[in-house]
């Protein structure tokens, strides 16, 4: 029987694009899906076969400075504006989903509005996680920096937790159940786009987590990015969409790659020029992510979740340049497996970049565990898996 299922997701890549595979798969089942996110993502969640459901949402952008050094205050920023938005868009929110109600809301990590949306038709919430989930075993928290930033995190979250109860009590929903990042709602249930190999404490969590993994979907067979045709390895450059605006950086990768063996795909965002070019670069404010990473030799990211997983979907190494806690995080976990190299984002050198990046290509053994690690993420269908468990929800 076709269900009606509503996608509440914050309007950021590294968030959207994991889900659109499960989309297509529920749609190809008959299902329908209202999709809530921000504009630009919305011409994807179309092609998806969902309605775009066209509510205002900007995603709030941190505020630049330095790598890592200094999160409490961005974190603060962000996770306001995310309230903000779940407010002053709840009763609109909820206005188009009385006559039509959902089965099920399906909210992203970074979208409080889906958990209120969820309370309010009273309907199941099932958490969407593009990156590592909490237990007992595992705390989410350390993805957000260390508890000696002057404590600005932790009022972050009292603050946060103060106006969900405000806006909760003054519109008659009841109290929250669950900390953030839940952000209120008790989800019946969690799915993780990541491999429980990967997440910390994996063999720890219940079966109300299920670990789909990253499916890449018909965005995958999108083109839009040629390899060099002299055969010259394809090292891809990119900090992702968030937090990268980093000149410095991009150009210590010029200085370390220029008049080298690599053709050099490098995505600046859109707030970084660049004075010089050599020629074996190609510099862009963004790039088809998938089409290069099927070329690539080395993958010198950021690391967030979902660059991470992709490139481990292909089969390329990693080396990690964080720019945020959970990015350290996850080139943590990169280097534990043997997947690449983590790089310390406050001391790089363009020595450093370059003598990095040609031994990762190399190293016989990361190219091992690289190999094997993209084998068994593709060997599993996690659109299927999380269609099928949604699916078992609404039965």
């Not at 996608?7 to 899906?33: D, K, M, Q, S």
Request: charged share 20%.
């Amino acid at each position: 029987m076709s269900k009606h299922l509503a996608f509440v997701v914050g309007p950021g890549a590294g968030h959207v694009n994991p889900t659109l595979p499960l989309v297509e798969e529920l749609v190809a089942r008959g299902h329908r899906v209202t999709y809530l996110t921000g504009e630009p993502f919305r011409a994807a969640v179309t092609a998806a076969g969902a309605t775009a459901l066209e509510l205002p949402w900007d995603a709030p952008r941190p505020p630049a400075g330095p790598a890592v050094r200094s999160m409490g205050e961005s974190f603060g920023a962000v996770v306001r504006g995310l309230q903000r938005h779940a407010q002053e868009s709840f009763a609109s929110a909820v206005a188009h989903f009385q006559p039509d109600p959902p089965d099920v809301v399906c909210y992203d990590m970074v979208a409080p509005l889906g958990a209120l949306l969820a309370d309010r038709l009273a309907v199941p919430g099932v958490l969407l996680a593009p990156s590592m989930v909490g237990n007992e075993h595992f705390s989410t928290r350390s993805l957000l920096g260390p508890p000696d930033d002057d404590g600005v995190l932790d009022r972050v979250f009292a603050e946060a937790v103060e106006s969900d109860i405000r806006f909760r009590r003054a519109n008659s929903l009841p109290d929250p159940v669950a900390p953030l990042p839940a952000f209120g709602s008790a989800a019946v249930l969690t799915l993780v786009f990541v491999p429980r190999e990967f997440q910390i404490a994996g063999d720890t969590f219940d079966d109300t987590h299920l670990f789909l993994g990253p499916s890449l979907g018909t965005r995958a067979a999108r083109g839009g990015w040629t390899p060099p045709s002299d055969g010259s390895p394809v090292l891809f450059v990119s900090l992702g969409t968030g937090f990268n605006e980093r000149p410095e950086f991009f150009e210590q990768c010029v200085a370390a790659f220029r008049d080298s063996r690599w053709h050099v795909v490098m995505a600046v965002g859109d707030r970084v020029r660049m004075a010089e070019v050599p020629a074996n670069f190609e510099v862009a404010p963004f790039f088809p992510q998938l089409s290069v990473l099927a070329h690539t030799t080395v993958f010198l990211s950021h690391t967030g979740m979902n660059s991470t997983m992709e490139a481990l979907y292909h089969g390329v190494p990693l080396v990690s340049v964080p720019q945020m806690p959970e990015q350290a995080v996850n080139g943590d976990r990169v280097r534990e497996l043997g997947l690449g190299r983590r790089l310390d984002s406050t001391a790089i050198t363009a020595r450093l970049l370059r003598e990095t990046v040609d031994e990762v290509a190399v190293d016989p053994v990361i190219r091992a565990n690289v190999t094997a690690f993209g084998q068994r993420l593709r060997a599993v269908n996690g659109a299927v898996l999380g269609a099928d468990a949604l699916e078992r929800l609404l039965a």
